[in-house]
């Protein structure tokens, strides 16, 4: 009975752990969403969580640490999305990768902006879990165009990891345009796309690039 009451103990305190590192993370969330990245300090965050700075560093860690993790968050949030569908063709697993994308990002666009500047900032991207996404984008792209390829819709004449390097290409630099405030999901939506398509073109067959670029010129042609 003892051991019992003592192991239901533990659960519980270890419960009431969990619950205060996430109210943590959210109201870290919200203050990095509301005033950007410079705003964020571990007294503001200890005072509008309830808790004091040394409950931070017990659970989290430093302020750096609370950075990491909240883009270590935004990064598992975004592979849900990455790898979410099937292949059909590269139109549809462009437009099913790029809106998928948005849709996650329109929830909540200041924070995952915010998120993304913090993590170049702070070379969160550089080891560790927050890698990964780069490393698994570049990899979905690359298995996009072998599944092209097999399903005749390029001709193979392109090297399939330069192509998928100029996929991931075309969606980095429209992330960087949109993360630094030039541009608006909308206009991430179509720079992803057209560049994306655009690549496609370069290696496309007779009978599909037709089909590409009448898709180019549609989304372009989009307010």
């Not at 419960?15 to 005033?35: D, E, F, M, V």
């Amino acid at each position: 009975m003892k051991a019992a009451r003592a192991q239901g103990g533990v659960a519980t305190r270890t419960a009431n752990k969990l619950k205060r590192k996430q109210t943590i993370l959210n109201t870290a969330r919200g203050i990095i969403a509301s005033g950007g990245f410079s705003s964020f300090t571990l007294a503001e965050l200890a005072n509008l969580a309830n808790v004091t700075v040394p409950t931070i560093h017990n659970l989290i860690g430093n302020k750096a640490e609370v950075l990491k993790q909240l883009v270590v968050d935004m990064v598992e949030r975004t592979e849900l999305v990455l790898f979410s569908d099937t292949f059909k063709d590269p139109i549809s697993a462009v437009e099913s990768f790029t809106d998928n994308l948005m849709s996650l990002y329109r929830d909540d666009e200041a924070f995952y902006k915010a998120a993304f500047v913090v993590g170049e900032q702070e070379s969160l991207f550089e080891h560790g879990h927050a890698a990964g996404i780069f490393k698994k984008s570049l990899k979905l792209a690359y298995q996009v165009c072998v599944d092209a390829k097999d399903h005749s819709f390029l001709n193979g004449d392109i090297d399939t990891d330069l192509l998928a390097d100029r996929l991931f290409a075309n969606q980095r630099i429209a992330r960087y345009d949109w993360m630094q405030g030039y541009i608006d999901l909308t206009e991430y939506r179509k720079q992803m796309i057209c560049g994306m398509l655009l690549t496609f073109a370069a290696d496309a067959t007779d009978a599909y690039r037709p089909v590409l670029l009448a898709k180019i010129n549609s989304v372009f042609a989009q307010g």
